[in-house]
């Protein structure tokens, strides 16, 4: 079985831009969480998704948005970019019902210039 | 606010040692589960503890998941350089009508021959 897919693996773009990142989950997955990593602060949730619904949210700002698509896949949606959001973003899968396993994926590394 | 604090935050284990990783909650859990992150990996999930008091043993890995469930540790006897990567643990916290993990901030673990 295939894990979970994020595109792209890298990014650079520049302060002011936006940019959008993908997950495809594991076959059979509906939920989809994601969360952005920085060294020290660990894994910080931004939302998940669930039936092409947000079920939970973060506390980021609005510029972060989501969306789910009927097929499980998910993209992230990171509006006017600011250095702070470098990050690694990284998404993750699981079958759904509160409290699951979550299998990540290898992340997307985005980078602010 | 980080609900789930994680200590140490750097652990430097020499080859045959034993090391403990701990994690604390402000709240009450519904479950918690670890992760381990290898160096430019993601995290993979190693196992869950949902009932008060529950201990659980992987191999040279052992966790446990406190009495009033607000706490958390995973200790490894024998350290070998395998187990060279970042130990996340993640609660799942319960504020609104459905639960989001909070993730500690992950003790990164190197390993010395």
């Known amino acids: 079985k295939a894990g979970v897919t994020q595109t792209p693996r890298y990014l650079i773009k520049t302060r002011g831009q936006q940019v959008t990142l993908s997950c495809s989950p594991i076959?059979?997955?509906?939920?989809v969480s994601w969360y952005q990593q920085t060294p020290g602060q660990g894994l910080q949730f931004l939302f998940e998704y669930f039936s092409e619904t947000q079920r939970n949210k973060g506390n980021f700002p609005g510029r972060f948005s989501g969306r789910q698509f009927s097929n499980s896949r998910s993209e992230m949606n990171v509006s006017t970019l600011e250095l702070g959001d470098s990050a690694l973003y990284l998404c993750?899968?699981?079958?759904?019902?509160?409290?699951?396993?979550?299998?990540f994926g290898d992340g997307t590394r985005l980078s602010i210039l | 606010g980080q609900q789930v604090m994680q200590i140490p935050q750097y652990q430097h284990v020499q080859e045959g040692e034993d090391f403990t990783t701990y994690c604390n909650s402000s709240t009450t859990l519904s479950n918690i589960q670890w992760y381990k992150q290898r160096p430019g990996g993601h995290p993979v999930f190693l196992i869950q503890?949902?009932?008060?008091?529950e201990v659980k043993k992987q191999k040279r890995l052992t966790f446990q998941f406190g009495e009033a469930k607000k706490n958390s540790s995973l200790h490894i006897t024998a350290t070998q350089t395998t187990d060279v990567g970042t130990y996340f643990c993640a609660g799942l916290v319960r504020a609104d009508s459905w639960g989001k993990f909070q993730f500690g901030a992950g003790t990164q673990v190197v390993v010395t021959p």
């Open positions: 076959s059979g997955h509906r939920s």
């Open positions: 503890l949902v009932k008060s008091g």
């Open positions: 993750a899968s699981s079958l759904g019902t509160e409290g699951q396993p979550q299998h």
